[in-house]
């Protein structure tokens, strides 16, 4: 199984920036859906963005605007760029992935949170 893990969270001030890490543990030649999801203390999980091997992206609604998900095959590496960043975002960021065709087609933050690999997370925390 493709291991996942996350770096570069930490304190930021609201409306500053940070730029989240996921390094898988394998060169991904297979198609895939991977992303970003949260948690906060006390909620449920949420999808935050996805990226498919075609290059198409998803995001939720409460980012939109505000964060960028990428990837760099070469180096195994996705991006997760955060910026006019809120208190509202704090969480611990996980990144996630699925793979196979279905995964690719169905690639969405909605279904991020159930994929089976996934990361120990990274703590985020916006202060005002």
């Known amino acids: 199984q493709v291991q996942l893990v996350e770096s570069g969270g930490g304190s930021v001030q609201a409306g500053g920036s940070l730029t989240l890490s996921c390094v898988t543990s394998?060169?991904?030649?297979?198609?895939?859906?991977m992303g970003w999801f949260r948690q906060a203390p006390g909620k449920e999980p949420e999808g935050v963005a996805t990226?498919?091997?075609?290059?198409?992206?998803t995001y939720a609604d409460s980012v939109k605007g505000r964060f960028t998900v990428s990837n760099d095959d070469a180096k195994n590496i996705m991006y997760l760029q955060m910026s006019a960043l809120k208190p509202e975002d704090s969480a611990m960021y996980y990144c996630?992935?699925?793979?196979?065709?279905?995964?690719?087609?169905?690639?969405?933050?909605?279904?991020?949170?159930?994929?089976?690999?996934r990361g120990r997370g990274t703590q985020v925390t916006v202060f005002s």
């Open positions: 394998e060169i991904i030649i297979s198609t895939y859906c």
């Open positions: 990226i498919q091997s075609g290059g198409s992206t």
């Open positions: 996630a992935a699925d793979f196979g065709i279905f995964a690719a087609t169905s690639c969405s933050q909605s279904v991020i949170t159930t994929f089976p690999s």
